[in-house]
């Protein structure tokens, strides 16, 4: 994680979180590591939604 971002607007994100891979490669690996999906049902009880997009910093 690069960094990671607070909101106080109702209705907007608590929380925006920036990651960087340094190619698709990477995050794919990231996006199917066992240690991650395997906690994948108790992290979607917890988080309300999850959108991911690329940015350019």
């Given at each position: 994680m690069v960094q990671r971002a607070l909101a106080d607007?109702?209705?907007?994100p608590d929380e925006v979180?920036?990651?960087?891979?340094v190619n698709q490669a990477a995050l794919d690996g990231y996006m199917?590591?066992?240690r991650r999906t395997s906690?994948?049902?108790e992290r979607d009880?917890?988080?309300?939604r999850t959108e991911l997009f690329p940015v350019r910093f």
């Open positions: 607007t109702p209705g907007q979180q920036f990651f960087r891979f199917n590591d066992e906690l994948a049902a009880a917890a988080i309300a």
